[in-house]
Nanobody, 113 residues
């Protein structure tokens, strides 16, 4: 089973930036589409961005133009660059492999002044 470890979360002011990383334990990571989800307290977990094995990217409307997902197969990592952060971006962010259905433990992002 591929282990996923997220990092890069923290507290940032509105308008600031953070870069999240998802590190995978196996090189087979490159064979999977990878997604970032987020979950705010009391809310459902929702899709933020996804990158396919071929590098195709898709984003939730709420983050388009502000977030960028990328992958480095040589390092078994997927990153989420988050710019122009808003308080409503506050959530726990999770790395996910849709197939076979693996999740990381998440990293907390808090946007507040």
């Amino acid at each position: 089973q591929v282990q996923l470890v997220e990092s890069g979360g923290g507290l940032v002011q509105p308008g600031g930036s953070l870069r999240l990383s998802c590190a995978a334990s196996e090189t087979t990571f490159r064979n999977y589409n990878v997604a970032w989800y987020r979950q705010a307290p009391g809310q459902e977990r929702i899709l933020v961005a996804v990158i396919t094995t071929l590098g195709t990217r898709n984003y939730a409307d709420s983050v388009k133009g502000r977030f960028t997902i990328s992958r480095d197969n040589a390092k078994n990592t997927v990153s989420l660059q988050m710019n122009s952060l808003k308080p409503e971006d506050t959530a726990r962010y999770y790395c996910h492999l849709p197939l076979p259905g693996y999740w990381g433990q998440g990293t907390q992002v808090t946007v507040s002044s």
